[in-house]
């Protein structure tokens, strides 16, 4: 534990020292200590410490007076008045008030604040967030679009959400693995197979320049064929039989079809810049049988008119309203949920997941849960795994329409990413006309990429996961509001700010000797905010939910203005004013800077 006080430098007293720890946690232990003084017959209190939910209240807030109160049968103001009392804080908070009917609020000290942003200058790389200690291993299923289908706009959010939840796990020190769990397994491929026989033999003696052009168009013919001809479905049919008893010509097929899909999902992979792992269902093919076999042993899944099921939330037959999840079907053959059973047992097993987050739409959500308790029932999760579904809402066009193109067809995934780099490119050439700037085409072409991949995540990830949001390129576009390109413009801004003021700020034992004023309201409303940011971080790694990081920028891009305009920075009144003002620039450039890297977007210097 570093104490960063210097000797020159004390307004606090010496035993203050800067902690692992973020404030909040402080002060839990703190408020935790008081109630196991005053109430010593309690066990392991709850000091329910949350941030102040009303500004009045200071920066944070305890409200255990009012539950203590009403067990012990007690007056809550005096139990407030209490634990105000007896919590030691003087350290770090001004006295603590209380507040009707029996909340304890803490206003943090200045000097404190001066003291963490101190840490926080002389870390510029992790802005004094230390990585958890206790490192999880967790892995996120995430993207897994279908081989020979469409990579949909659900497969789009899915990657955009999931890479923004690894990179924080990533950040904080977790150990991630980042799986993509493509659907390359099932009876569809026999179709595939039988059809990609007939019209494209040389692609089975090995020709690699044998392609299938559009692999959708490919699968809606292949369709079409088998629901039209009956001879063929029966071809199809050996093909899935041929395919699982690994028959050379039809596994050869089936890596072609692959190898196709993986070659088009990599360019949006590409474009987006979210690496994966592919393990995809075929995967897990060669245990499914053993899985069924343990399933039935144990009793957990048992046989139901012909077809083998697990019989999970309470219902034990047919009966029950719900539906059991069926893991080998009547006619002998597996499905999505055997292999998402036989993937739990994997993932836990080898590759020792402590925690497993699924990033599909809200629509399986049952089949998730279902998963889930079968999981823990067969042992195959630990009862402490963590297993997540994060589910998220549709996307919809403006005024709410299904998601399509004019001519009423799905979306390619490629032509959306395409037309929002062409449609940021336009922006910023219109900009530079404007304002007689000049760039170069390299630089042109470098802005319309971030800026309109940058806008399509932000976009997607600044809303609550679970609603369905609205696409618009217009508004995620848009220079004014909660949108990348105002992010970035901020950014770039601020920093230019702090360029302007020409002192070295970068250097750990310079940052030190950095003194914080934070006399002016803004400036102090300024800091807090920039050192809330290890909170959101903790609150995203539990909840999964990347707005809280949106939200946080655009409430931290609100103050930074506020403070900008009531307090001038390079024409500030002293020089260690001017200084202060300038590091706190510098700390909201790091800081948004960061913000935006963990959403998966790089940072401009102008635009
Ligand atoms: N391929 C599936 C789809 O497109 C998503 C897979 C999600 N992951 C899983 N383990 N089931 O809907």
């Not at 196991?36 to 409200?63: I, M």
């Not at 959306?416 to 219109?430: G, I």
């Not at 006309?433 to 995540?457: C, F, L, M």
Request: aromatic fraction near 8%.
């Amino acid at each position: 534990k570093v104490s960063f006080i210097h000797s020159r430098l004390v307004h606090l007293p010496s035993e203050v020292s800067v902690t692992s720890m973020t404030t909040r946690e402080v002060l839990a232990t703190r408020v935790t200590e008081a109630l196991n003084n005053l109430f010593p017959d309690e066990e392991s209190p709850d000091p329910q410490l949350t941030a102040a939910t009303r500004p009045e209240f200071g920066d944070y807030q305890s409200n255990a007076a009012l539950s203590l109160a009403k067990k012990k049968k007690m007056n809550p103001l005096q139990v407030a008045e209490e634990i105000a009392k007896h919590t030691k804080t003087d350290d770090i908070c001004e006295q603590p008030q209380v507040a009707p009917p029996g909340f304890v609020n803490f206003t943090l000290k200045k000097e404190y604040v001066a003291l963490l942003l101190q840490k926080m200058l002389a870390d510029p790389q992790r802005l004094g967030i230390a990585p958890r200690e206790k490192k999880q291993r967790v892995l996120v299923d995430f993207s897994s679009p279908n081989i020979a289908k469409e990579m949909h706009v659900g497969h789009l959010r899915s990657t955009i959400i999931g890479d923004c939840i690894c990179r924080v796990l990533e950040f904080l020190g977790h150990d991630v693995l980042r799986i993509n769990h493509v659907g390359d397994w099932g009876t569809q491929f026999g179709m595939l197979i039988a059809y990609l026989k007939q019209v494209k033999p040389d692609a089975l003696i090995g020709s690699t320049t044998t392609s299938l052009g559009d692999l959708v168009e490919f699968y809606k013919a292949a369709k079409k064929k088998f629901d039209e001809d009956s001879e063929f479905q029966e071809t199809a049919r050996r093909e899935v039989v041929a395919l699982q008893a690994g028959d050379e010509s039809s596994v050869r097929a089936w890596s072609f079809l692959c190898e196709q899909s993986r070659k088009e999902f990599q360019q949006i992979y590409d474009m987006l810049d979210v690496k994966l792992t592919e393990r995809g269902e075929s995967f897990y093919n060669e245990w499914l049988g053993e899985v069924c076999k343990e399933l039935e042993d144990s009793g957990v899944a048992v046989r139901d008119e012909g077809a083998l099921c697990i019989f999970v939330g309470g219902h034990t037959g047919r009966q029950g309203k719900a539906q059991p999840l069926i893991v080998r079907k009547s006619d002998g053959g597996f499905n999505y949920a055997t292999t998402d059973m036989a993937a739990i047992r994997y993932r836990v097993k080898e590759d020792k997941a402590d925690r497993i987050l699924y990033i599909t739409d809200a629509g399986q959500a049952l089949h998730f849960s279902q998963v889930f308790e079968a999981a823990k029932r067969m042992g195959y999760a630990k009862p402490e795994t963590k297993l997540e579904h994060v589910p998220f809402g549709l996307v919809q066009s403006e005024g709410g329409k299904k998601f399509k193109t004019r001519q009423g067809e799905t979306v390619k995934l490629k032509d959306l990413l395409q037309e929002a780099v062409r449609r940021a490119e336009e922006d910023f050439r219109n900009r530079l006309q404007a304002e007689g700037r000049e760039e170069s085409e390299e630089y042109i072409k470098r802005v319309a990429h971030v800026i309109g991949i940058g806008a399509v995540k932000y976009a997607d990830l600044k809303n609550n996961r679970t609603s369905n949001y609205q696409f618009s390129y217009t508004k995620m576009l848009s220079l004014q509001g909660n949108t990348a390109p105002y992010m970035l413009y901020a950014f770039a801004r601020i920093q230019g700010i702090y360029r302007k003021g020409d002192i070295d700020l970068n250097q750990g034992h310079q940052a030190e000797n950095v003194q914080f004023i934070l006399d002016d309201p803004t400036e102090l409303s300024l800091a807090k905010m920039l050192l809330q940011l290890e909170e959101m971080l903790f609150l995203l790694e539990r909840d999964l939910k990347p707005n809280i990081l949106c939200d946080y920028m655009f409430e931290l891009s609100q103050r930074f203005n506020q403070f900008y305009e009531n307090c001038p920075v390079l024409k500030a009144e002293t020089v260690d004013l001017r200084t202060s003002r300038l590091a706190l620039c510098k700390l909201t450039a790091n800081t948004l800077a960061l913000c935006l890297h963990l959403l998966g977007i790089p940072t401009l210097e102008r635009i």
